[in-house]
C-alpha cells in the first residue's frame, strides 16, 4: 500500500509555470512506476506524463510533450512534474498515481492499471 499526497496547484498565467510535487509514504517508493493525470471539468481523466521506477524511461500526452517534464527522487520518495508554456486548456485538477510493474525500466499510461491514487491538486492557467 501507498499513500499519495499531491502539492503545488495553484492559479498562474498564460505562459507562466509551476512545478506539482507528488508525496509518497508506505511501500517502498522505487518499486512503484508513477503517473500524472489531469481531469478538466466533463472531461475524461487523462494521462499527462508516466515514468518507470527507475526514472530512466518516461512517457507524455501528446499535448504536453515539450512542455512538461516528470521526474522522480526514491530517495526523497517524490515525483515531480514541472509544467512551463502553460495554457488555459491544462486547467484541471492533477492527480498522481501509482502502480506495481515488474520491470524497473517499466512506465504505465493506462489509468485503469493503476491502483493507488492522490486526491488531486487544482491547476488554474488565466489567459
Known amino acids: 500500500q501507498v499513500q499519495l499526497v499531491e502539492s503545488g496547484g495553484g492559479l498562474v498565467q498564460a505562459g507562466d509555470s509551476l512545478r506539482l510535487s507528488c508525496a509518497a509514504s508506505?511501500?517502498?517508493?522505487?518499486?512503484?512506476?508513477m503517473g500524472w493525470f489531469r481531469q478538466a471539468p466533463g472531461k475524461e481523466r487523462e494521462l499527462v506524463a508516466a515514468?518507470?521506477?527507475?526514472?530512466?524511461?518516461?512517457s507524455y500526452g501528446d499535448s504536453v510533450k515539450g512542455r512538461f517534464t516528470v521526474s522522480r527522487d526514491n530517495a526523497k520518495n517524490t515525483v515531480y512534474l514541472q509544467m512551463n508554456s502553460l495554457k488555459p486548456e491544462d486547467t484541471a485538477v492533477y492527480y498522481c498515481?501509482?502502480?506495481?510493474?515488474?520491470?524497473?525500466?517499466?512506465?504505465?499510461?493506462?489509468?485503469?492499471?493503476?491502483?493507488?491514487w492522490g486526491q488531486g491538486t487544482q491547476v488554474t492557467v488565466s489567459s
Open positions: 508506505g511501500r517502498s517508493f522505487s518499486s512503484y512506476a
Open positions: 498515481a501509482a502502480a506495481v510493474t515488474l520491470f524497473g525500466t517499466d512506465y504505465v499510461t493506462t489509468k485503469n492499471s493503476y491502483p493507488y
Open positions: 515514468i518507470s521506477r527507475s526514472g530512466t524511461s518516461t
